[in-house]
């Protein structure tokens, strides 16, 4: 049973596209994220929802959108891509602030813009 | 607001020898910290924290790290490397007054070679 799943697992698409990245965890947590990565291994964090309220949003472009239609989902949207988003987006999930068990992440989506 | 430095980019050990990865870190409060690993094309794993009490915490596969608040450090530790740690390793930290935002730092990858 995969804990934190995203989908696709590979996007690659031209500049200017929109595309969605899918996020789900079936581990019952109610506190979930948004992570980027870039080509250097940094991590960014961008969106956190805790129970379908958004409570973290970074300064990351307007371009970016998070949905969380439910505690077990957060969805990012990504308008007019750039080649600058090329990275790969982590999604993760913990209970409550993730104090006593940390986050759980998911394989990530490698997003290519060319 | 926190922020988290490893200091090196790689550390090279032999197996079976001792390792030490660094971290330090800056916060306005009491920290929260953690150490995550991270192996090619997985998300992030959940290593061990520290919150409170003892100085030095144990988490998995056989890691401990020792919090030291006069140096503001964190570092991850094991008494003899494997063949199989070798991977990224991620310092973080959050404020303990500090809602859900956890800061990770820039990653340190370790090389445990046979």
């Known amino acids: 049973d995969t804990a934190v799943s995203q989908t696709p697992k590979y996007l690659v698409t031209q500049m200017g596209n929109d595309k969605s990245i899918k996020c789900e965890q079936n581990l019952g947590h109610d506190t979930m994220y948004w992570y980027k990565q870039d080509s250097k291994k940094f991590l960014k964090i961008m969106f956190s929802?805790?129970?379908?309220?958004?409570?973290i949003n970074e300064t990351v472009p307007n371009r970016f959108s998070p949905k969380s239609p439910d505690k077990a989902h957060l969805n990012l949207h990504i308008n007019s891509l750039e080649l600058g988003d090329s990275a790969v987006y982590f999604c993760?999930?913990?209970?409550?602030?993730?104090?006593?068990?940390?986050?759980?992440f998911g394989s990530g989506t490698r997003l290519t813009v060319v | 607001a926190q922020s988290v430095a490893q200091p090196e980019d790689q550390v090279n050990v032999a197996e079976g020898n001792p390792l030490t990865v660094k971290c330090t870190y800056s916060?306005?409060?009491?920290?929260?910290l953690f150490w995550y690993v991270q192996y090619p094309n997985r998300g992030l794993q959940f290593l061990l924290k520290y919150i409170t009490g003892d100085n030095l915490v144990k988490g998995s596969y056989g890691f401990e790290a020792e919090f030291n608040k006069s140096q503001t450090s964190f570092h991850l530790k094991k008494p003899s490397a494997l063949v199989s740690d070798s991977a990224l390793y991620f310092c973080?930290?959050?404020?303990?007054?500090?809602?859900?935002?956890?800061?990770f730092g820039a990653g340190t990858r370790l090389f445990v070679k046979a």
């Open positions: 929802y805790n129970n379908k309220e958004l409570i």
């Open positions: 916060v306005s409060g009491n920290p929260y």
């Open positions: 973080a930290v959050r404020e303990a007054a500090g809602g859900f935002k956890t800061i």
């Open positions: 993760a999930s913990s209970q409550d602030s993730g104090l006593n068990y940390g986050y759980t």
